[in-house]
């Protein structure tokens, strides 16, 4: 919304248009897609630490377990964000698509 405006406004001149033009409805739009992406990703991840942790070696010192766990979860990190990014272009298309076009 600021960047797409004729004219500079403030942060609180467009909440204020955009509650006056649809209420609290349009400050949620796309919010159920977002969560329908982050609800797996999430689940993934805490998933996929665990198996990390589990299989990659530790060599039984005490000394590797703070590199251990930061490998387990960039892998996680990384393989959960592979598994679901190609959800966001359709997150992103639904968050600002105009009003009612999706529904």
Known sequence: ELQLSTRPQSIVETVRRIAAEGGVKPFFQGNLANCLKVAPQSSLFFALTDHF???LPTRGDPAYERTHSFLSGTLAGL?????????????????????????
């Not at 393989?79 to 529904?103: C, D, N």
């Open 53 to 55: 942790k589990r299989t």
């Open 79 to 103: 393989v959960s964000q592979f598994l679901v990014y190609p959800f966001e272009p359709i997150k992103t298309v639904l968050t600002v698509a105009p009003k009612g076009q999706y529904t």
